[in-house]
């Protein structure tokens, strides 16, 4: 029974854990030639223009932070809606920048979950106990069940060359309830730095 305790308690904490957080990488590649870019310009191709500068501001400031010179592409693109190829090569170029990053959104999805609703069969010992400790009692039932509508959106992220266009990287990433919020674009911006990081494309600390 003790091991079985533990086990449910593992479970429970487990889930918590994966719910803290309604964004995840879900494909990530990098080129097996990779050579890191000394300065790249970010690019968040949306038509929503908060979202757009919260999130070049969010992510170049990270990157900066880990090391990588990156710099936002609004300061100095100022066009609305799809850019004229050769304008933002000179704007890349008059920046200095030898990578790009791009990120948008690939697409929309709905999911549709049948979700259990717990109810306990009161009376000893669940009188006595509340909280967390009831359910892993037995006794404890679910008699009905709650239909949630989920949605996702799937951003990708591509990191290019800017004098060959050769990619680099390319990062998948999911987000639940894809709603503008700072706790979204954060999300999404450390999930970024992180696959930055694994796929060495960050400068390597001193002694690291």
């Not at 000179?90 to 999911?111: E, P, Q, S």
């Not at 990619?167 to 930055?196: A, C, G, H, Q, W």
Request: proline share 6%.
């Amino acid at each position: 029974m003790h091991n079985r305790f533990a086990l449910l308690v593992s479970l429970f904490l487990l889930c918590l854990l994966i719910a803290c957080s309604s964004s995840r990488v879900v494909q990530s590649w990098a080129n097996p030639e990779f050579q890191r870019p000394s300065k790249i310009m970010i690019f968040g191709v949306t038509t929503e223009e908060a979202i757009r500068r919260a999130y070049e501001d969010s992510l170049s400031q990270a990157l900066t932070k880990e090391g990588l010179a990156a710099v936002p592409s609004y300061d100095v693109l100022h066009s609305e809606g799809e850019a004229d190829k050769e304008h933002v090569m000179d704007v890349v170029k008059r920046a200095g920048a030898d990578g790009v990053f791009i990120t948008r959104l690939v697409r929309l999805a709905k999911r549709i979950d049948t979700v259990p609703s717990a109810g306990p069969m009161w009376g000893p010992p669940f009188g006595r106990f509340g909280g967390f400790y009831a359910p892993y009692w037995p006794g404890y039932y679910y008699d009905s069940y709650r239909v949630v509508e989920r949605e996702f959106a799937f951003i990708e992220s591509n990191l290019y060359k800017t004098d060959n266009s050769q990619l680099l990287m390319s990062i998948m990433t999911r987000t639940e309830d894809p709603y503008y919020s700072n706790d979204k674009v954060k999300e999404v911006v450390e999930l970024i730095v992180k696959e930055f990081r694994k796929n060495g494309a960050l400068p390597v600390a001193p002694g690291g």
